[in-house]
């Protein structure tokens, strides 16, 4: 029910644009994320939106990365800007029944596939 992309490669300083789209039901008053996982690392809250549209960011990524949503649309974006090399890992959108977001990704209802990210140095 959600399908990523967007991802690729790019050098360092680059930007890309994760989309997200929901398909057989809205998600627009229910809470979304990004998670990130790479290699020999645990999966990590990106960032995430609520269905109220507050929106969390990670240390790492706040003031590069920007999380959003089109309701008319049914989908969620990640803008990507400044990109590091440690910012390489593989992406996936999750989304919850409920409006608020969680930290845990074992509180997301919903996942896309993932979509790889490569920041080259």
């Known amino acids: 029910q959600l399908q990523a992309s967007g991802g690729g490669l790019v050098q360092t300083g680059g930007s890309l644009r994760l989309d997200c789209t929901a398909s057989?039901?809205?998600?627009?008053?229910?809470?979304s994320a990004w998670f990130r996982q790479a290699p020999g690392k645990e999966r990590e809250l990106v960032a995430a939106?609520?269905?109220?549209?507050?929106?969390y960011y990670e240390v790492s990524v706040k003031g590069r990365f920007t999380i959003s949503r089109d309701n008319a649309k049914n989908t969620v974006y990640l803008q990507m800007n400044s990109l590091k090399p440690e910012d390489t890992a593989v992406y996936y959108c999750?989304?919850?029944?409920?409006?608020?977001?969680?930290?845990?990704?074992?509180?997301?209802?919903?996942w896309g596939q993932g979509t790889q990210v490569t920041v080259s140095s």
């Open positions: 999750a989304a919850a029944n409920g409006p608020l977001y969680y930290i845990s990704g074992a509180r997301y209802n919903y």
């Open positions: 057989g039901r809205t998600f627009s008053s229910s809470a």
């Open positions: 939106i609520s269905g109220g549209g507050n929106t």
